[in-house]
C-alpha cells in the first residue's frame, strides 16, 4: 500500500533562519506530489505542485521554494524565513494517470511551523 | 476569493442525528471532492463525485452534485462523536489537471 511520510511533525524557527521540509512517498511511482499551506482555522492554500523529478509548479508568489530531487521526495525550502511564514504545511500525492484524471490526494500528517 | 465556499462554516449536533454541509463554487470543474480533517493531522479523501455525476454514497456518506447550481452537499447520517471534525470541499476545474482548490471547510460538533 502507499504511505506519504512528512517530517517534522513539528519545528520552531527564528526569523531569517533557513528551511527545509521533506515528504517522501512509498508504494506508488511517478506520483504527482503538492505542498499546501493551512492558516489556523482555514482552507488550503496550494503552493507548488509537480508532475515528475524536477519540474515545479509555483502556485503563489511568495517566500518559499520546492524541489523534487527524486521521484517520489518532495522537498519545501525557504532561504531566509519571514514571520508570515507560520503555518500547517501539508504534503500530499495523487495518482497521475493523465492530466484532469479525477484522482483523490492523500495527504501526510503535517509540519506545524512557527516562527518566532 | 475561495473557489469553495462551505455552509455553514460550523455546525453542533447530538450524537445520532444526520449532518448536512453545503459547498459551493464559481467555475466548472471536472470533480468535487470532501475531505476530512482532524484537529492538527492531515487531510483523509472521503469521496469524490465527477461533474456527470449527481448523487454518490459511501456507507454513512451521500454526496449530491448539482452542476447547474454550481453546488454540492455532504450528508453525514447517524453521526458518532468520532465524526467530529472539519469538513472541506475541494474541486478540481475543467482543464486544471489534477490541482485541487479547497474551501474553508466546516467545523462538525457530534456531541454525546
Known amino acids: 500500500s502507499q504511505t506519504i511520510h512528512q517530517w517534522p511533525a513539528t519545528l520552531v524557527q527564528p526569523v531569517g533562519s533557513p528551511l527545509s521540509l521533506e515528504c517522501t512517498v512509498e508504494?506508488?511511482?511517478?506520483?504527482?506530489l503538492y505542498w499546501y499551506r493551512q492558516a489556523a482555522g482555514r482552507g488550503l492554500q496550494l503552493l507548488f505542485y509537480?508532475?515528475?523529478?524536477?519540474?515545479i509548479s509555483s502556485e503563489v508568489p511568495q517566500n518559499l521554494s520546492a524541489s523534487r530531487p527524486q521521484d517520489r521526495q518532495f522537498i519545501l525550502s525557504s532561504k531566509k524565513l519571514l514571520l508570515s511564514d507560520s503555518g500547517f504545511y501539508l504534503c500530499?500525492?495523487?495518482?497521475?494517470?493523465?492530466?484532469?484524471?479525477?484522482?483523490?490526494?492523500?495527504f501526510g500528517d503535517g509540519t506545524r511551523l512557527s516562527i518566532l | 476569493s475561495q473557489q469553495g465556499e462551505e455552509d455553514p462554516q460550523a455546525l453542533s449536533i447530538q450524537e445520532g442525528e444526520n449532518a448536512t454541509m453545503n459547498c459551493s463554487y464559481k467555475t466548472s470543474i471536472n470533480n468535487l471532492q470532501w475531505y476530512r480533517q482532524n484537529s492538527g493531522r492531515g487531510l483523509v479523501h472521503l469521496i469524490l463525485i465527477r461533474s456527470n455525476e449527481r448523487e454518490k454514497h459511501s456507507g454513512r456518506l451521500r454526496v449530491t452534485l448539482d452542476t447547474s447550481k454550481k453546488s454540492s452537499s455532504l450528508l453525514i447520517t447517524a453521526s458518532r462523536a468520532a465524526d467530529t471534525a472539519s469538513y472541506f470541499c475541494a474541486t478540481a476545474l475543467t482543464g486544471g489537471g489534477n490541482k485541487l482548490t479547497f474551501g474553508t471547510g466546516t467545523q462538525l460538533k457530534v456531541e454525546l
Open positions: 500530499a500525492w495523487s495518482a497521475a494517470r493523465g492530466s484532469g484524471s479525477n484522482q483523490p490526494q492523500h
Open positions: 508504494g506508488t511511482s511517478n506520483p504527482n
Open positions: 509537480s508532475v515528475g523529478i524536477g519540474q
